[in-house]
Nanobody, 111 residues
């Protein structure tokens, strides 16, 4: 079974950037949709962005224009480029593929 491992989180100042990666232990080319979710303290997990095998993307209104999701099937990796980060982007970010989830990576935006 494919396992997902996120990396790239950390502490960043408002306006800064981070790039999250999600490495899969097996091939992802056949997984139609892969996604990034996030969960802030006391809030429900929410969809941030998703991408199909054909490259069609979908973004939450709160991140559209600031975040970019991409996938490199040859590297079995999903990415999330996050620019112009805001304190409200602070959350644990999770990679998702079908019913598989990573362990999450913490993103904290604070001055």
């Amino acid at each position: 079974q494919v396992q997902l491992v996120e990396s790239g989180g950390g502490l960043v100042q408002p306006g800064g950037s981070l790039r999250l990666s999600c490495a899969a232990s097996g091939p992802i080319y056949s997984i139609y949709v892969m996604a990034w979710y996030r969960q802030a303290p006391g809030k429900q997990r929410e969809l941030v962005a998703d991408i199909t095998t054909g490259g069609t993307t979908n973004y939450a209104d709160s991140v559209r224009g600031r975040f970019t999701i991409s996938r490199a099937n040859a590297k079995n990796t999903l990415y999330l480029q996050m620019n112009s980060l805001k304190p409200e982007d602070t959350a644990v970010y999770y990679c998702n593929a079908v019913d598989l989830w990573g362990q999450g990576t913490q993103v904290t935006v604070s001055s």
